[in-house]
């Protein structure tokens, strides 16, 4: 008897696992496209990257109600966020900034001439609506020189129902803030280039 309900309970287990369902992964892509811009000798690395705590976790968490959200155990990441939103900045900059010289950290045998740290503040999921990233970034000269930092705030709709829409709207999100970080690059002088003079008032 009691090995009949041993075998009983062993195929419960077994019939239950694999009705299961199967947990699905997900990727943030670089997306960004070129805005004809003259390319540029740029070598740039992508990182610290943060991102916050409440989502740096493999699982999504979604927005399911003001004040409220999900933990989604079977959608995944396919790698830890951070490390999927540097590489998803490294691939936009490189189209924006027309040079293949982009890498994430650990970037080795890279010697960059410009390095951009980003601290991501929100990074908000709501399924069948619309996501918001909002990130702070610093653009670094590796010579020196004075360091350029910026805030940008990427609200983009969930194109569909499911949760890759999601997950593309973030890769949308990603690229606004890419593009902020481009042009702050492009913005900072060229090493060896002296800024333009001060302009002589008028008599």
Known sequence: MRRRLMCVLLLGVVVGCGRSPN????TLDAIARSDDASPTSYVVVVGPVSV??????????LQVAPNRVTVDEFHRWASPLDDGVARAIAGDLAVLLG????????A???VPTHRVAVDVQR???TPGEG???EALWVVRRAEGGEATAGRTIAREPVEGKDIE??????SRALATVSGDIAAAIRAQPV?????PAPKRPAR
Do not use: E, K
């Not at 947990?23 to 997900?26: E, K, L, S």
């Not at 829409?165 to 973030?170: I, K, N, Q």
């Not at 090493?191 to 800024?195: F, Y």
């Open 23 to 26: 947990a699905r992964f997900y």
């Open 131 to 133: 996501v918001l990233i």
């Open 165 to 170: 829409a999601v997950a593309a709207a973030h």
């Open 123 to 125: 990074f908000d999921s």
């Open 108 to 110: 080795t045998g890279v």
């Open 52 to 61: 916050p705590p409440a989502v740096d976790r493999p699982q999504l968490v």
């Open 191 to 195: 090493a060896g280039q002296r800024p």
């Open 99 to 106: 040079t293949s010289h982009v890498a994430a950290l650990p």
